[in-house]
């Protein structure tokens, strides 16, 4: 069982990770405020399984993990650069 959490709506005013950085785990909703290629029918379900720690641009973050398919499993490994305040 996974410790992380999961992102169950979109943005609706409040940040749904409950630290500032995502962790191995999470399932986010990755949309238009996490990246300009994620907006509208784009957007994907994904579960981090890693959080690179080298230095970026102020803000934002590479993460490793899979993009969620509508049954709930790992449809595709991915490696994406979003803002992390734009995750949820």
Do not use: C
Not at 34 to 50: K, L
Not at 58 to 67: K, Q, R, S
Request: proline share 5%; net charge positive; no cysteine.
């Amino acid at each position: 069982m996974s410790s992380g959490h999961v992102a169950m709506e979109g943005p609706v005013g409040s940040r749904l990770l409950r630290t500032p950085e995502p962790n191995s785990g999470d399932v986010l909703l990755i949309g238009r405020e996490a990246s300009i290629q994620f907006a509208g029918d784009r957007q994907i379900r994904f579960r981090v399984i890693s959080v690179d720690q080298k230095p970026t641009y102020h803000g934002w973050v590479w993460l490793t993990g899979y993009a969620i398919d509508e049954h709930g499993y790992a449809a595709e490994r991915r490696e994406i650069f979003v803002r992390r305040h734009g995750l949820y």
